[in-house]
Nanobody, 121 residues
Framework: QVQLVESGGGLVQPGGSLRLSCAASGSILSIRAMGWYRQAPGRERELVAAMASGGSTNYADSVKGRFTISRDNAKNTVYLQMNSLIPEDTAAYYC???????????????WGQGTQVTVSS
C-alpha cells in the first residue's frame, strides 16, 4: 500500500503565494517521477509540474516562471511553490507518484486525495 498525503492548499489573494507538499509513504522501492496536476470545475485534469528521478522538470506553459517544483528524496516528498497566483490557478491540485514497489513489479501511478487552491480577492 502506498499513501500520498497532501497539504498546503487554501485561499489566497491574487499575487499571493502558496506552497503545496506531498509526502509518499508505504511500499516504495523506487520513484520514477513525482508531480502535480490540477483540475478546475468543468475542465480536464492537467499537468502542472513534474520532476523525474534524475531531476529533470516539466512545467505547463501557464505556470512557467511562477511555479517551482522540488523534491526531498530522503523524505519521498515533493513540493510545489506557487508564486504570483492568479484566479485562473484556482483548482483542486493532485499529487501524482510514478513508482514501483519491488524489482518484479511494474511501475504504476497513484494519486493523492487533492487539495483545493482558491485564488480570489
Amino acid at each position: 500500500q502506498v499513501q500520498l498525503v497532501e497539504s498546503g492548499g487554501g485561499l489566497v489573494q491574487p499575487g499571493g503565494s502558496l506552497r503545496l507538499s506531498c509526502a509518499a509513504s508505504g511500499s516504495i522501492l523506487s520513484i520514477r517521477a513525482m508531480g502535480w496536476y490540477r483540475q478546475a470545475p468543468g475542465r480536464e485534469r492537467e499537468l502542472v509540474a513534474a520532476m523525474a528521478s534524475g531531476g529533470s522538470t516539466n512545467y505547463a506553459d501557464s505556470v512557467k516562471g511562477r511555479f517551482t517544483i522540488s523534491r526531498d528524496n530522503a523524505k519521498n516528498t515533493v513540493y510545489l511553490q506557487m508564486n504570483s497566483l492568479i484566479p485562473e490557478d484556482t483548482a483542486a491540485y493532485y499529487c501524482n507518484l510514478d513508482y514501483r514497489a519491488s524489482w518484479s513489479s511494474p511501475y504504476r501511478q497513484t494519486w493523492g486525495q487533492g487539495t483545493q487552491v482558491t485564488v480570489s480577492s
